[in-house]
């Protein structure tokens, strides 16, 4: 077999393969559906309006009787077959030669480096699974040349344009001494290649070739399907004239890389993206990452149902019945969405008949088992009707027991039935974390609005009005930088609170978790702004004056704006004085005003206290206790007093010339709110109003120190140094210095 048709049969067969129908696969009906026998579903697309990003085809009929061919675009390469399914395509790509002269000396006198260039935007990856590198010749050295994508993370940009070199050598003895079916360095070798490769060529040594150029007379280098050549010893012998158009098929692997800002590490952050950037545009199609060639990932067809998930009603219901041979029915056929329903014909039965031949009923001795069988049922359903009265009874109970009598009348909080939970969270399925009281888990409201489920305390009798008052309080606070308050489940022995979903966690983890997060001061500034905009509203325009008593970063979340809102405040007050201390202010006691400790006495001053420590942890972007032994309020404090300003402690991102003044004043105010008279310390509704004036200078280019008066603050912190904390050093120094 010649080395053309070694190439050209597999094309051929391919091509006479039946071909799925793709009517209706087009973004728009308008969009040509397929070019020369290969179709071109979306993402892929011809013509402007018809195609992703980096999915063009070209089917270039010019009109003047040259052959209409599908191409990649702003390439001569030629597509042969491309799939969705498998995200893959088939393309036909040149080979590198170098021909000799029959001369003597063997000088080569022609060479061509088949150079392949594949566009796309990083769309493509040459298969390292399906293709090979295979050399022709004797006496000869060939080598493959070719573009490596650096993955996100793997610690490298590309090293040269065509940074990666494979290559072997092939060696004849002879003509004789080469076999047809051989490719393993007589003649023909080959070798494997790694995945990301793209566009690339192919080059050759410089050997002497005079003893070989009657029975070898052109060296060939070429990108080929495993399973589309064998080698043959006449491959040798072709002429200049018969290789310059030669293409040979070569496997491309595909898949969306484009992930917008933010490359995904998964299909839930590419989920993340903008409703543009996202492929997977269908409802029944799921997201599948690329495991095997790059990052990126594809679009699927969920199961049950087929088409092109990548159109929004791409995906169709498969009905199964109509294909027995593959989903087999010993029985009654029936079509689902999504799957399909078996049943054994009348008078006979199975387990499943989907794998179970069907079979006539029982005897009469097995009829009379049954029966004894049933009887027992309906004894067990008697039972289990008892218990789920009892259940239900339990149910009232708890209800009236957590003040349902009471909070069912409030017109601003909804009432969730126990089952209603269960529906809203997915039978508690998706876990978010564990609380101050309990577990927190993600849920969806019947109009997909996004929210938390939180477990409460248990209430008790002693409790239960105290309970109520709160919720019937948070219930009618509605501010944009508090946490919603939809509703309560009270049918269960711990209460279930329903809140407004904050999609980006807690200030928190923004700060000390997620360092890669930017954080430029006018964000910082807005988050400051709105917290203590939310404070101000409890404090002074609430129905009735809120204390929260827990301000820390941790209780401050931020919504998919980065809008900040104030949470878990109100029915922490629930809790004994001494279990407060022990389960709440032992993991934060930085953050606690210290006359509170001493005195038991909570005040809306006591929050400006732990505001002003959010602020040093806004400025700074160090923990309450850093580096595990210091305490950012005491060497805040010691920076400040030695150089008039906390600017040695201030994050690097904000220290710039525009902003420095403006980071300045924030940390006067810090200090200001962490005084120790609290007559001292301003309120919130300065704290915010100090906060929104320096934004609109800053704005306007007015940003001027706030007139400043030093206090006396060693009567407090003392001279003291930075400490180890887990020792409890600071917990004893501020109960024995209030």
Not at 193 to 200: A, C, N, R, V
Not at 301 to 329: Q, S, V
Not at 673 to 687: I, Y
Not at 701 to 707: D, E, F, N
């Amino acid at each position: 077999m010649s080395m053309a048709l070694s190439f050209l049969l597999p094309a051929l067969l391919l091509a006479a393969l039946p071909t799925i129908p793709i009517a209706g696969q087009t973004l728009k009906p308008s969009c040509q559906a397929s070019c020369r026998g290969v179709d071109i579903p979306y993402p892929f697309g011809i013509g402007p309006g018809c195609f992703r990003e980096g999915f063009e085809i070209t089917c270039n009929d010019d009109g003047g009787g040259s052959p209409v061919l599908p191409l990649l675009a702003n390439t001569t390469i030629k597509v042969v077959h491309l799939s969705i399914d498998t995200a893959e395509l088939q393309v036909m790509l040149p080979i590198g030669f170098q021909c000799y002269s029959s001369r003597q000396d063997g000088a080569h006198v022609s060479s061509y480096g088949g150079l392949w260039g594949m566009h796309g935007d990083g769309v493509y990856r040459i298969s390292n699974t399906r293709n090979m590198f295979v050399v022709l010749g004797c006496m000869t050295m060939g080598m493959a040349s070719s573009r490596r994508i650096a993955e996100p993370g793997s610690g490298g940009p590309w090293t040269s344009l065509y940074g990666f070199h494979t290559g072997c050598m092939s060696y004849c003895n002879g003509p004789a001494s080469m076999r047809d079916g051989v490719c393993a360095g007589v003649g023909c070798c080959h070798v494997d290649i790694p995945p990301g490769l793209t566009d690339g060529l192919f080059r050759f040594d410089d050997l002497n070739h005079s003893k070989v150029v009657d029975y070898s007379p052109c060296d060939f280098a070429f990108l080929v399907d495993k399973t589309n050549y064998t080698f043959r010893r006449s491959d040798l012998l072709k002429p200049i004239r018969d290789v310059v158009d030669w293409t040979v098929p070569v496997w491309l692997d595909w898949a969306i890389r484009d992930y917008g800002s933010v490359p995904a590490a998964s299909c839930a952050d590419a989920a993340k993206s903008t409703a543009a950037e996202y492929a997977c545009k269908s409802s029944l199609g799921v997201c599948v990452m690329s495991s095997t060639n790059g990052t990126g990932y594809t679009c699927k067809c969920g199961n049950g149902y087929e088409g092109n998930a990548y159109l929004p009603e791409g995906c169709t219901d498969i009905n199964e019945c109509d294909f027995p041979d593959k989903y087999h029915c010993d029985g009654n056929c029936e079509n689902i969405p999504g799957d399909y329903k078996c049943r054994c014909r009348p008078g006979y039965q199975s387990d499943d008949p989907k794998s179970i031949p069907c079979i006539p009923r029982f005897p009469l001795a097995a009829q009379v088992a049954i029966g004894t069988i049933l009887s027992l049922s309906f004894l067990a359903i008697a039972l289990l009707m008892t218990l789920l009265m009892l259940q239900k009874k339990r149910m009232r109970e708890y209800f009236k027991k957590n003040g349902g009598l009471i909070l069912k009348n409030v017109e601003t909080l909804q009432i969730f039935t126990k089952e209603e939970i269960n529906k809203i969270t997915h039978n508690h399925s998706e876990f978010l974390g564990k609380g101050a009281f309990g577990e927190v888990y993600k849920g969806y409201l019947p109009d997909d609005a996004m929210v938390a489920v939180k477990s409460f305390i248990q209430v008790k009798e002693t409790t239960m009005e105290e309970f109520t008052k709160e919720v019937l309080i948070q219930s009618k606070m509605i501010h944009k930088n508090i946490l919603k308050l939809y509703g309560c489940c009270l049918e269960v022995d711990v209460p279930m609170l329903v809140y407004e979903f904050a999609a980006k966690g807690s200030l928190g983890d923004i700060l000390h978790l997620n360092e890669n997060q930017k954080l430029p001061i006018d964000l910082r500034l807005d988050i400051a702004i709105g917290s203590a905009e939310g404070l101000k509203y409890m404090h002074l325009y609430a129905s009735q004056s809120i204390r929260h008593g827990d301000v820390k970063p941790d209780n401050i979340l931020l919504d998919g704006e980065l809008v900040p809102k104030i949470s878990d405040f109100g029915l922490s007050k629930m809790l004994k004085v001494d279990e407060y201390f022990t389960k709440i202010v032992v993991g934060c006691m930085g953050y606690i005003d210290p006359v509170f400790i001493k005195t038991g006495l909570l005040t809306q001053k006591s929050d400006v206290y732990s505001f002003g420590v959010v602020l040093l942890e806004l400025i700074t972007r160090r923990k309450i206790v850093y580096d595990e032994n210091c305490s950012l309020i005491m060497e805040f404090r010691k920076v400040y007093v030695k150089d008039k300003s906390g600017r040695a402690m201030f994050d690097k991102e904000i220290v710039t010339e525009e902003d420095i003044l403006v980071v300045e004043e924030i940390g006067k105010l810090a200090i200001e709110c962490l005084e120790e008279d609290v007559e001292d310390r301003p309120d919130m509704g300065e704290v915010a109003q100090r906060l929104v004036m320096l934004r609109r200078n800053k704005k306007h280019g007015k940003a001027r120190p706030h007139p400043f008066q030093a206090n006396q603050y060693d009567k407090w912190y003392g001279q003291q140094e930075c400490t180890d904390l887990n020792g409890n050093d600071e917990a004893a120094f501020l109960f024995a210095n209030p």
